[in-house]
């Protein structure tokens, strides 16, 4: 007996500052309780009070014997209730004796889940005969009823080439279960010719969702995921494309390209009931582009923005919220929110990745600047080795490290604390830029050492959003003032009491070609 209505009651969280309704940087109107992510940063960022993370529709399931033909392109046990019943109608099929079981006329699977029917003698003797992957013609609905009768440890494989349209999240229901590109139990994905989900769902954002408890080991990979903000639109309360992690530990996402998320993230690996996420891997993948920043200098005014887009529609690419993570070799272009945002993650290691701005402005490369939702301990997470690449776009901050790089609340109360922050390799195209290279403002210790810059260029203007003074735009910029006890490379400036270094906007270049070591 399972119920899937478990009590969801993640921490809030944010992507950065809080929005205010401000218009300008003297306001302190404070507008508690706004969601977070996506309209964010205006001005002066209280860390206030955040909304409830919101789950995706529940998934709608079909009945066991409707899917149990499709047996053949999962993995499952055999005392699986999809075995056993993909057997039972087997023997209906086949032979005089059995018929339906009252197995399957007891089985009652609704919003409530499954009630576990009791074990028949039936297994398979006979494979089933079906398709080996699922192919277009199958949707959210199958491959989530699959999920949840396959039970742990069941791969859905779907065909090569296959384009899976999406009315609802997948639903994943298990512990060890896989969403990937195949054929049949070989799995083996012809060519690199990944299956694409699309999202379809007018009210939808999320196309997989594994964050509830009792799903460990949840895998996607070797996928397309189409968010299709260009169809739909932006949705302003609408969670991440891929929306993992939470209560479970080993999620895995790997060889996956997910693009053009209608909500704040492509992929949000979220922390889980009393922060027990533990132990993601990312590996490996093609992210975004995700969200747009609106044009124009003044774009952190947003009655006064005229850019093409109205301001919140920033997005992510992937967003770690998960303990003793992995996010390694993965490749994010054109996110516009932060390219790899970092919510503390205690023990995670971010390596290896390439962030690029080549279409669309990006506030920052790697962001580490969030106080929740563990209150700030950056302790033993570890950003190093990452390239930084502001290929045809405004970066405004390459790798922003504190709380103050990001926002305006100053107190001793609100920063973050330790993490290492090192070796990481920022460069430009012509046409790109940083307004600042690395900023450190609003972090108790930490280590930031080793960062190098190749042909990078720098540049922009500050806007009306600016709190006096922001430093010259440049590579590496600390506040001495709210960084105690950081241990920083001997290339830092001092840029003075300085905050919110993401008020610039886009501008002429005035440093180019800057290369730097350590
Ligand atoms: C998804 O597929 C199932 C099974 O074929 C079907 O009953 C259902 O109507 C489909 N849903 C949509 C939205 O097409
Ligand atoms: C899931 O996989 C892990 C690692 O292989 C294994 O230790 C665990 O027992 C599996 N859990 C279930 C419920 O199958
Ligand atoms: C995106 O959504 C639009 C509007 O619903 C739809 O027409 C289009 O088919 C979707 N995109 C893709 C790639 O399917
Ligand atoms: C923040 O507070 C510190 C004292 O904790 C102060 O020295 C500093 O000037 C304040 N402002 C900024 C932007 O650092």
Known sequence: MRSFLVAVLFAPLLVAAVAVDTEGPTSTKIALGRRADSTLPFNVAHPG?????????????????????LLSA??????????????????TTNSVVG??????NNLLCGLLGCVTIPKTPTVPTTPVSGPACLDSTYN??????????GGAGTTVFLCPGAVINLQNAIWMYWPNQTLTTGTGVLGAIIGDNRATLVVQGSSQSVALYSSDPGRDGATVKNLIVNGNRSGLGWLSTGGALLEMGGTNSGQTVTNVKAYEPRGWSALHMIEGNGLSCTGAVVTNNQIGPAGHAPSGAQQFRRKRDTGT??????????????????VTGNTITDATDGGIVVFQSPGSTISGNTIIADQRQLLGGINAVDYYPYGGPYTNTQII?????????????????????????NSTDYRTSAGTYSNNIFSSGNDGYFGFGVTVAGITGGIVQGNTFVGANFGGVLTGACILPIPTFGPLYQNPYTTPSTTLQSSFVDGGAFQFAICTGPGDQIITGLSQLA
């Open 49 to 69: 009070t955040t909304p409830a993370f919101i789950r995706p529709a529940v998934a709608k399931l079909l009945p066991v014997k409707q899917v149990a033909g």
């Open 74 to 91: 999962t993995t499952t046990q055999v005392d699986s209730l999809l075995a056993r019943t993909a057997a039972d109608l087997l023997t």
């Open 99 to 104: 018929g339906l079981t009252n197995t399957v």
């Open 140 to 149: 959210d609905t199958v491959i989530s009823s699959l999920f949840n009768y």
């Open 309 to 326: 887009y109205a301001p919140g529609q920033w997005a992510d690419g992937i967003s770690l919220a998960c303990r003793n993570s992995v």
């Open 385 to 409: 080795n990452n390239n930084i690449v502001s290929k045809s776009s405004m970066i405004k901050i390459g790798m922003a490290v504190g709380t103050l790089s990001w926002g305006s609340y």
